[in-house]
């Protein structure tokens, strides 16, 4: 045990120690060096023969510090606060039980210990043998059976604990640094205090095994002190038998409990250590304690009560149990003012809490909900804006992007209850209120349906890179990667595309990982759009089947399909579709006949094609008026049972034979791209 070990600790009740650290170091001592001395002071005690009054210094050293180690142990505010006792408990078991061993030579040579070893004896033993000899036997076993054996499972079941929950505390740890919680350097000492912490608890648990050790040999040299001496009394010293057991029991009751003392107080130490659960404000453990014990005043009242019945029991100490009785009561009612008091001083310095208002909604914005000036005075505007923000917010989360938050403002031009919605200053919708609607449900709802339609219009270069730099706490290397292979602006342009058609952009990572795949062979944002499509078949999949997973599909007949690519046409903006009237009259009217004749209790059916045409068939559905999903075969999952409503042709309509039915999906249908 060293002056550095204490003086590291940083605990307010070691600043004592640190001023005898600062001592030492004006005095020239330096901690390795007096490890290696003290270690080489236990092998030479061990070996050399010490006079009695190096013995009595020692011992008296041993108890010292023991009782230094435990008072260290009571003001930690937390158990890492004390690193170096697993260690300190090495050394100072090592030099206790060396002690021993020269005590024991004293005591077999000389018949004499030194003066403590005798004050202790004579002190317990008080004329009395056996007296002396239960008391030594009680406190050692409450030494090695009640303290040392639990702290030893305490030791045994921390170091355990702490290390199952490790990586669980480090993700948790990584996560609130990814949040901006924390910031690098806090996450690094926290990272540093967990891992000492684990260390801390797995040394306890072998060091508890030094404790246990020490115990049982003292227990060993007690009994070994008493044959020995009484036997080398008997023969050598030719003692009388009385005289040698009188003799040899006092020196070895003392030696057992010049041994044990400082034991206990170690065991002591070391089961507070492992004990001690930090509080959220760390404090010393006696300050825990007692305010953990006496702040419920009704705990104090109960035991008070019990007091008093104790005192009533006959042949009881009445006045010790009705004083008791009293400081308990007293402290019960001291308790409940002092918080009484400070409830009233907590109401008086807080101020009233003021209803809080709803903001109102911005004037501007890229989304402009537009009142006419009837609807403006009608209608709660605080409200409204709040109501039209949970619904961005919503469509924001559903769909993995940020929105603008809608504004709100009366427009002249409107008349009676008319609304307007503008993006980017263009309407996107509008209609008219009933006299008893207050909008809180449908001009929300109008809205929500006019943004889906337009989510393309919200994504841009800068949008894009913020998704990024949001993803690159998680996907720090992936970003990289698809920056590496793909611009900004190619980026932007998938994830325009993607949400063009109402796919949304989570999760991320599979987008920018099949980015990151395709992007070493492809460059052109269709094809890219494609292969993300394709990364996201089970999310477009689920979006568009029903409750029981069940999605329901038109198909394009194989006619049709190559009717299709044959009349494709590369322009100088990309590829283009160019049917003849007849073929475009018939398609349209086959996938219209087939939404026509769709149940209405589950989603709309979508339109199955292949790969290479999916993308020019969506494009011509859109511009007929035909809001159609488009998927293609590569898009389809296992999740999801699909199921045909019918098939199209550019010449009609063609129902299969037998109804509907089930096709194939799967990873052969994905190996037809």
Known sequence: MTVDSFS??????????????????KLGLRGDLAIVTLVVIAIAIMILPLPQPLIDTLIAWNIGASALVLMVSLYLDRPTKFSTLPATILIATLLRLATEVAVTR????????????????????????????????????VQFIVITKGSERVAEVAARFSLDALPGKQMSIDSDLRAGDISQDEARRQRHLLSQESQLFGAMDGAMKFVKGDAIAGLVIVVINLIGGIAVGC???????????????????GDGLVAQIPALLISFAAGTVVTRVAAEQPRDLGTDIVRQVVREPRALIVTATVLVLLSAVPGFPTAIFLLLAAGAGAGALSLRRRQALATERSAEAEPATPVPELEAPPSEGPVLMALSPDLAVRLDLALLGRRLAERQAALAERFGIELPRPAVRPDPSLNGTAFRLDIDDVPAAGGTLDQTDEGLETLPSAMARAITGALEHFMGVQEARRLLNAAEADYGDLVQEVQRVASIATIADVFRRLL???????????????????GTRDQEAGLLVERARAALRR?????????????????????????????????????????????????????RGHLEAAPDDGPRPVLL????????????LVRQELPLAVLSYQELSRDVSVRSLGFVNCGGVAVPPGGLHLIETGESANAAE
Do not use: W
């Open 106 to 141: 004293l005591v077999l040579v000389e018949a004499d210990a030194g003066n403590i070893v005798r004050a202790f004896g004579e002190f317990v033993v008080a004329g009395n043998v056996v007296v002396g000899l239960a008391t030594f036997l009680i406190i050692t076993v």
């Open 235 to 253: 023969l050598q010293h030719h003692m009388p038998i009385g005289e040698a057991i009188q003799t040899y029991s006092l020196l070895t009751v």
């Open 500 to 518: 063009d058609e109402g796919v949304a952009l989570r999760p991320l990572k599979l987008i920018l990982g099949a980015l990151v795949e395709a």
């Open 8 to 25: 590291s600790i940083g605990s307010p009740a070691i600043r004592g120690g640190r001023g005898v650290a600062a001592l030492a170091a």
């Open 609 to 620: 094609a292949s790969f290479d045409i999916r993308r020019l068939l969506r494009g011509l």
């Open 539 to 591: 999310q477009i999949c689920h979006a568009h089947a029903d409750a029981k997973g069940v999605l329901r599909v038109i198909i394009l007949e194989r006619e049709a399909e190559d009717l299709v690519r044959t009349s494709i046409r590369q322009t100088s903006a990309g590829p283009s579709l160019r049917l003849t009237d007849e073929a475009l009259t018939a398609l349209v009217d086959g996938v």
